[in-house]
């Protein structure tokens, strides 16, 4: 089979398209499955630059990147059909249930059945890949926002952003601010934010860039390094964004570099634990009459309702699968190079996906 190999940790131009054998033998708790897509994530290019390699390295090279995946059910290995709710035939997606996306990118994969479900026939592979992985963690977000709530979402044009704007539109939310490199996008379909700005070009924390005198009662940051800018306010006339006294919180799924370094234990502690911690204690104690509570918001969620309602409502035409442009992108040494490297630059418009069938 074909299969997208790594021979090491690096780049995006350490990847190519290899000839190599097909899995013989499925494993206890996995399924194989003739792959359709695959949707990348910031965790692919993660794992392939081998700055968290302690944690979520690959047992050994070469290794097949690409974790979240749409295809078709080759064998069942030990599962129940009868539990998991598909069979062989059935067309699935999929989001990487182990610790760290890899196996995906060949024409046959092999893959745990944890985060799967049967893909609607109106909707495409290329389509399901992209909601299976960012489409259910946006859902996941949008829960811990109100339909009262006035929101800015800081990277509204990725693949979160994209899906979880929709969501909020939804929701009804009493009024939805988007910001991206493409401000002009965030207020057409399937998007639908009422306002949008360009952060090349201008200051996103200056409430009169708004062109309105009312805080938000959310900022919810998809990018990261904002929290620090926002600390930097404190002193402005007017608020972005309510206090915590006030109800007004900053949600965010990434820390401050979101392409950071893992070697050890305290490592991820420094990155996650300890900023989060302080920043959640200090904004809600100290500064919480002038700063919005913050939450590290992790949504990578395990709940296959989750998955279950994002492709029901993909399948009744009420969210649209947000891919880039530039994409589905073919499955040769050059179409996943140069996908990856979108996926890298971070500066997607919308989920980066990979078409391995047709």
């Given amino acids: 089979m074909r299969a997208v190999q790594s021979q090491a940790y690096g780049s995006y131009k ?14 206890k708790g996995k399924i194989l ?3 359709c897509a695959v949707a990348l994530a910031p965790g692919d290019v993660r794992v392939l630059s081998g700055k968290c390699k302690e944690f979520n390295g690959p047992p050994s090279f070469p290794y097949i990147p690409g974790g979240d995946c749409c295809g078709i059910v080759k064998d069942m290995g030990d599962n129940d059909p009868a539990l998991l709710g598909f069979d062989v035939g059935d067309r699935i997606a999929a989001r990487f249930g182990d610790k760290a996306p890899r196996d995906c990118l060949a024409e046959y994969a092999l893959i745990s059945p944890t985060m799967a479900n049967i893909v609607p026939d109106n909707v495409s592979s290329e389509d399901a890949a992209a909601l299976a992985s960012s489409a259910t ?21 990725g693949g979160v952003g994209s899906h979880l704007c929709q969501f909020l539109k939804m929701k009804g939310v009493k009024f939805l601010a988007g910001v991206s490199r493409d401000p002009d996008r965030l207020t057409e379909k399937p998007i639908l934010c009422d306002k949008a700005l360009d952060y090349t070009t201008n200051d996103i924390l200056d409430l009169d860039n708004w062109k309105t005198s009312d805080p938000f009662d959310t900022i ?11 600390l930097s306010n404190q002193g402005r006339e ?4 309510k206090s915590a006294k006030e109800g007004g919180r900053f949600l965010t799924t990434t820390p401050d570099d979101a392409w950071f370094e893992l070697h050890s234990f305290f490592d991820a502690l420094a990155v996650f634990l300890f900023p989060s911690l302080w920043r959640a204690c200090y904004s809600r104690a100290w500064k919480r009459s002038s700063l919005p509570s913050y ?41 996943v190079q140069e996908a990856f490297k979108v996926q890298e630059s971070r500066h997607a418009q919308g989920k980066v996906v990979i078409s391995v069938k047709s």
């Avoid at 339909?147 to 509204?156: F, M, N, P, T, W």
């Avoid at 919810?220 to 926002?230: E, F, M």
């Avoid at 007017?238 to 964004?241: A, E, M, P």
């Fill in 295 to 335: 939450t590290y918001a992790m949504s990578l969620d395990q709940d296959i309702d989750i998955m279950n309602q994002t492709l029901f409502l993909a399948s009744a035409d009420n969210l649209e699968a947000c891919i880039d442009p530039r994409g589905p992108f073919d499955f040769t040494t050059e179409g």
């Fill in 33 to 35: 499955v003739e792959t």
């Fill in 137 to 157: 963690i946006a859902m996941h977000l949008s829960k811990r926002i109100q339909k009262d709530e006035r929101v800015l979402v800081i990277g509204a044009g």
């Fill in 14 to 27: 350490n990847l190519s398209v290899d000839i190599i054998p097909k899995p013989a033998l499925v494993p």
């Fill in 220 to 230: 919810v940051d998809l990018g990261g390094s904002i929290w620090p800018v926002l």
């Fill in 238 to 241: 007017k608020k972005i964004v």
